[in-house]
């Protein structure tokens, strides 16, 4: 049912007078339970303290890049790993008085819990941590505090210390190994520098250009002996012929010039003469004979010629064009040979310098690495070494309690009053929902209930004319009958909240 | 001798200590204009004159407000306002004619018992009016609280007995121009009187007799649904009481569907919580 504020509140309120007794009967009965439960309840001393954490002291922008200050992104969270570690925790018993009873292991374990639950750490901004523990001994809390904020601060300046120093001894470590490194790789260099004499820079330039020399060097004499050698072929063959013009114009030619002659002789003969006239018979013999002997000279070339070896006979011999050429040919022969034994001697220099370019080639490659290698290693190395400096500077401030400090910014107190949820919240409590716990009763009855409160809400749903709205007609026995009530309810209020505020007096100046 | 100073007649012979006395004038429908207390307004002066008559022993206004109805003089009180104003048109709506209302709750403890009486004392306030109330709530009747003989013959008395007189059953109650009839004695099946012809000549008899009078039938309530058919067909008018956080929606679209649109008046949401002033 849709209502506005007014309908709401004017039917509230008619609701709550329907309801006085149950709205008396609550409010007495929550009162009287706030009231019991706030006695019950246990007091509560909170003490608390914070700590500021100053890593922006003076050292550091005089050190800036130079130490490297330790960065703590959730401090709360650290500064609860560190409280509630157990090497803390053993003393804030023993200092708490925990340990008096000599609890067992298992009770200890509580009574840290217990501890824990009752300590709050926060962070308060950036650089302050905040410790707060409420305990049921104002004293104790104020202890307990105290001694959480010291060792806290101890435990981290011990940790940071330590930290710091774990950094420098593994960079030291670090640019020791490096140093190594470093050293061990000089000592390969110069090993293969003293290996290596020619391994030296412009080397390979060098073998390069003279195995081109030699090659080309190489080329050229062949070119020369290829020559040589035709030549000498060339000479061969000329003192052959010379031989052989020899041969045939002594020998044959004298033959043949006999020959023309008696053939001539013959042919003027016979002009005269018959074929068996003694001359001409004479003169053919003759022919014949010289026939003869120049086909047994013809034979004895021939055979010559097959047997390979021409005889030079004495006249041949005695041509000085022969003798020319075999002058000729006997220093080509020795060219030759020169020429041969060079090139010879040219290969074996360029196999030379081709193993000498190999090794070459091998020792630069390693060369290469190693220096490679060193070059890395010094630059990892000098910067190490910065490093190293760095850490030691860091470690020399954590040493020193330069680089973060703590400082107590707000001390522990003493509580003098208990914290948390004191008496008077209870009483307050207790009138307060006494007054609200039936009016929301009431509330939510109205809202969930169908049964019409509203007149004109009859006649808008179900479209009938309200004929009349008859407010309760009260009798006066009903107004005596009220009158009483009222004043007895009324009574009951007041007398509650008196009851109540009287408990608060005589709780607040401690009589109970 | 009339009717009802008959029936007056005898039931004082019955019981002695009736509480209204028996007046002693002329017969009926004779003018008695020497103890007239009403101006002739409606017409039908005599009447009211001889029930005036018959009401020498009045409730003081105090009384009334013991008994839960309203009283003229305490015309601040809102509830008063509140009926007359209900009077007053239902006046308007029967145009100068008298009228049958009947009163039934949508449920049980509607509280139409007290808007009956109360709207019975409503016309009753008009001098040139009068009312009868008639307990037709028989099963959970209320009318004989009025009374300071609750022993008295009623409504069933009436329609049991054939020759029962109206005027024996006609009872008034100490306030002027007010009279009520009371459910008599219980019976098991109320249904049957009601559908009784006698029952409809009661209703007829009684508002054709004298124009001036209003008759309020106090029905039962809606659940009784056969019972509310037949008294709606006998009557002009219905109003239908809600109380005050007691019917559903769901209660009062039922109730209103059960009832003719041309007779229902309208819906009388009653008992609406009102903080009294108190001193």
Known sequence: M?????????????????????????????????????????????ASTSILIDDRNIVQPLMQGAAVPTEVTDRGRNAREVIFGRKIMDQILERGGWTVNRPTAEQQE??????????????????????????????????????????????????????????????????????????????????????????????????????????RRIESTSQELREAEIRGMALERQVTGEVEVNAAATREGQYRTRIGELQSRLDTLRLSYHDTHPDIVQLKNQIQDLTDGIDAERGRREQTKRGGRLEADQSTLNNPIYQ?????????????????????????????????????????????????????????????????????????????????????????????????????????????????IPVGLLYARLQFDPRIRIGNAISSRHKVPIAAVVPHLWTPRELKGLRVELAMLMFAMVATVALSAAVTVLRMTRVI | MSKIEKALSRARAEHG????????????????????????????????????????????????????IIHHQYVGDPAVQVFRELRTKIVQQ????????????????????FVAQN?????????????????????????????ANAAVPGLTDYLENPDFDIAHIIHPVGIARYRVIPAGKRSEIPAEYFTSAKMRRLVDSVRLRYTERFIVLDGPPMSDIADIRILSELSDYVLIVVRYGRATNTQIENSVNAISDKKLLGIVFNDEPRIPRIH
């Open chain 1, 2 to 46: 849709q209502m506005y504020p007014e309908q709401i509140v004017k039917t509230l309120i008619a609701e709550i007078f329907q309801s006085r007794r149950l709205v008396v009967g609550i409010f007495v009965v929550v009162n009287a339970a706030m009231l019991i439960v706030g006695l019950l309840f246990p007091k509560g001393f909170s």
């Open chain 1, 110 to 215: 509580r009574i840290i819990e217990d501890i824990k639950k009752r300590a709050a750490i926060t962070t308060v901004g950036r650089n302050i941590i905040k410790i707060e523990y409420k305990d049921d001994d104002a004293e104790r809390a104020f202890r307990t505090t105290q001694k959480m904020a010291e060792l806290f601060m101890q435990e981290s300046i011990a940790a940071k210390a330590a930290e710091s120093s774990a950094a420098f001894d593994f960079i030291d470590k670090q640019t020791q190994d490096y140093h190594d490194k470093l050293v061990r790789t000089e000592e390969q260099l110069r090993e293969l520098r003293s290996a290596n004499l020619d391994a030296r820079a412009g080397s390979e330039a060098e073998v390069t250009a003279r195995m081109n020399d030699l090659q």
């Open chain 1, 324 to 436: 020319q050429l075999r002058r000729e040919l006997s220093q080509n022969q020795l060219n030759v040979e020169a020429l041969k034994a060079r090139i010879a001697d040219s290969q074996q220099r360029l196999q030379q310098e081709l193993n000498r370019g190999k090794l070459l080639h091998t020792g630069d490659a390693r060369l290469a690495e190693l220096t490679r290698d060193y070059q890395v290693n010094r630059d990892i190395y000098q910067d190490l070494l910065r490093r190293r400096e760095s850490a030691r500077v860091s470690m020399n401030l954590d040493r020193d309690r330069q680089g973060f400090t703590f400082k107590i910014q707000e001390p522990a107190t003493l509580p003098l009053y208990p914290s948390g949820l004191r008496f008077w919240h209870f009483v307050a409590g207790g009138i307060l929902l006494g007054l609200l």
């Open chain 2, 17 to 68: 200590n009736f509480l209204v006395p028996v007046p002693n004038t002329g017969t009926a429908r004779t003018p008695v204009t020497g103890t007239a207390m009403v101006a002739d307004r409606t017409g039908h002066p005599e009447t009211i004159a001889r029930m005036a008559v018959s009401e020498s022993r009045l409730l003081s206004p105090g009384d009334l407000s013991q008994r839960g």
């Open chain 2, 94 to 113: 029967s145009q100068g004619r008298n009228g049958v209302i009947l009163v039934t709750g949508v449920n049980h403890n509607s509280g139409s018992s």
């Open chain 2, 119 to 147: 709207l019975g004392a409503a016309f009753a306030f008009d001098t040139g009016k009068t009312a009868l109330v008639i307990d037709c709530n028989l099963k959970n009747p209320s009318m004989h609280r009025l009374l």
